[in-house]
């Protein structure tokens, strides 16, 4: 997986080389190995992109378009096709995160959003996904080891007191229950952890230690109420990936299939003009006043205006004014 700003495409296309297409491979009874080549990126002329189809980050992903002006227009809510008005030759196709990316990596999308986690564990790192905006800011979470409050695990607190515990040898080894079964070895892997084994659990992973099924569980976390409810613990050193909404692309199709690359280049100054914008206010007003230091005076004099004052501190005031736009009228007196 790449991070790259979609303006490098556009000063150095020559940069990035491009990859065989990929193929889809089968193995037979009498193993031999069948490749199916799959369809070229090229033999459809219209771009698509790929939103999540369901749940909070559906709605949240729908809310921030429409507030950069790209509100998703869908005649019907039962397909899983619409349209953006304001980006010709655009699809919008809802999918499951997982297969928004999995389809990236097919060619049959050409941008999506989805969650930083979704990313990783399906991605795996493949060099055909471009970063194109790693923070969104929705969606927060985080990916993390956590056990049980009590038994064994009392007096545990941290990543290297859990796998030092002695109970962990070879053949017994720590039990963590997962659905994400390539971020957690990999996570294991880089911290040089011996006696670890992962595998997967049907329903509520949090449920998992107390069933005897795991010993621990890695899952993502947001507001950690869940896992207090059920008498589990994060841990010290125990984060493997903080996660939030991200729009990423396929490099085959902003390489090699028309307009992919203009419309990923929109999509992105739309939503850093709406992301830097969070939080900020304009103030216009027409008041008297010949200079900004006198005007600044008379508002903070106002009892009816004493609000600001809870915000703005004078000196403030006096910095900020010189770029408001002034006019001075007879009608207005403070």
């Not at 471009?130 to 064994?152: F, N, Q, R, T, W």
């Not at 659990?201 to 569980?217: F, K, R, S, T, Y």
Request: charged share 20%; glycine share 6%; net charge negative.
């Amino acid at each position: 997986m790449v991070s790259i700003q979609a303006l490098l495409f556009q000063t150095h296309p020559s940069f990035f080389s491009i990859p065989s297409l990929p193929s889809y491979i089968s193995l037979k009874p009498n193993n031999t190995v069948t490749c199916y080549a799959s369809p070229g990126i090229t033999d459809r002329t219209e771009i698509r992109l790929g939103l999540p189809s369901k749940g909070r980050m559906a709605s949240e992903t729908l809310e921030l378009l429409k507030d950069c002006q790209l509100s998703v227009r869908q005649v019907n809510p039962r397909q899983y096709v619409a349209e953006i008005p304001q980006l010709s030759n655009l699809e919008v196709w809802f999918q499951r995160p997982k297969d928004i990316v999995r389809k990236l990596l097919t060619g049959d999308l050409d941008l999506g959003i989805v969650g930083l986690d979704t990313l990783s564990e399906y991605g795996q790192g493949n060099e055909d996904l471009i970063l194109v905006h790693d923070a969104l800011e929705y969606g927060d979470c985080h990916l993390s080891i956590a056990i049980p409050k009590y038994g064994i695990f009392e007096n545990i607190n941290s990543l290297s007191e859990l796998t030092q515990m002695p109970q962990w040898t070879k053949d017994k080894p720590l039990r963590v229950a997962t659905g994400f079964t390539y971020l957690g070895p990999k996570f294991v892997k880089e911290k040089g952890l011996e006696h670890v084994t992962f595998s997967t659990a049907d329903g509520a992973l949090e449920a998992a230690p107390a069933m005897g099924i795991a010993d621990a569980i890695l899952d993502l976390v947001s507001s950690g109420t869940t896992l207090r409810e059920n008498n589990l613990k994060e841990i010290e050193g125990g984060i493997v990936l903080e996660s939030q909404a991200v729009l990423v692309a396929s490099k085959k199709s902003l390489i090699q299939r028309e307009g992919v690359l203009d419309t990923t280049h929109e999509i992105l100054e739309r939503l850093e003009a709406h992301l830097r914008a969070v939080g900020q206010f304009t103030v216009t007003a027409n008041m008297r006043g010949s200079s900004a230091e006198e005007v600044a005076e008379r508002i903070l004099s106002q009892p009816s205006l004493s609000g600001l004052q809870a915000s703005v501190q004078k000196e403030s005031l006096n910095n900020f004014l010189p770029s408001l736009s002034r006019t001075y009228t007879d009608h207005i007196s403070l």
